[in-house]
């Protein structure tokens, strides 16, 4: 067995055991999920019973996970930038685990909106979190007051808007596919209005 054989090994070793312990559970407590004896299973975690597929498979499904993710062993990539929108003061990261969920962090410095024409509605979820400053979201009739490490979850079917109140605000904001798409249609819409307004 190379060195590399042997980090993957004590990888998987460890992760049995970490998922175990994540659930509260015993090796008795596993090791009747996983239909094996808890001096087999015990030997597994040490290191001292070599790791077979079959018993791989299974304590996979007793985890409730999969066996690629039992195994998976990708660390490149870990650390990301984000891109950056100087025009709407935001930063941008993808979650590489689930593409269709994008964080935003936005600096919000306009008031919320008197005008119900700017409340946006569309498909989706969004959560946010207030990491400084605090905000007025409104949601239909409803304004939420939502303060510094606050956070809010609504479905953005509800018309929706948010504005920043006695200062700028900093605000973190995690968006599903729709909600993200539903966000960039408008952006869009709103980019092609201000080119076509006439200079002053």
């Not at 949601?139 to 956070?151: A, M, P």
């Amino acid at each position: 067995m190379t060195q590399d054989d042997g980090e993957f090994d004590s990888l998987v070793r460890k992760r049995i055991r970490a998922l175990r312990v994540a659930q509260g559970w015993s090796l008795d407590d596993l090791a009747a999920r996983a239909r094996l004896s808890p001096s087999t299973l015990s030997r597994i975690e040490n290191g001292r019973r070599r790791l077979a597929l079959d018993q791989l498979v299974t304590l996979a499904r007793a985890l409730d996970t999969s066996i690629d993710q039992l195994v998976e062993t990708a660390t490149e990539d870990v650390v990301a930038n984000p891109t950056h929108d100087a025009a709407r003061r935001q930063m941008r990261w993808t979650v590489r685990a689930d593409p269709g969920v994008t964080v935003i962090r936005q600096r919000v410095v306009e008031p919320p909106p008197d005008d119900p024409s700017r409340l946006r509605a569309h498909p989706g979820r969004e959560w946010l979190v207030v990491l400084s400053g605090t905000v007025v979201l409104i949601l239909g009739n409803h304004r939420f007051r939502v303060e510094t490490n606050q956070s809010a979850e609504f479905p953005t079917m509800l018309p929706h808007a948010i504005g920043a109140v006695g200062g700028p605000s900093d605000v973190l904001g995690i968006f599903d596919r729709d909600a993200r798409r539903g966000h960039q249609t408008r952006d869009d819409a709103e980019d092609v209005s201000e080119a076509s307004r006439p200079p002053h």
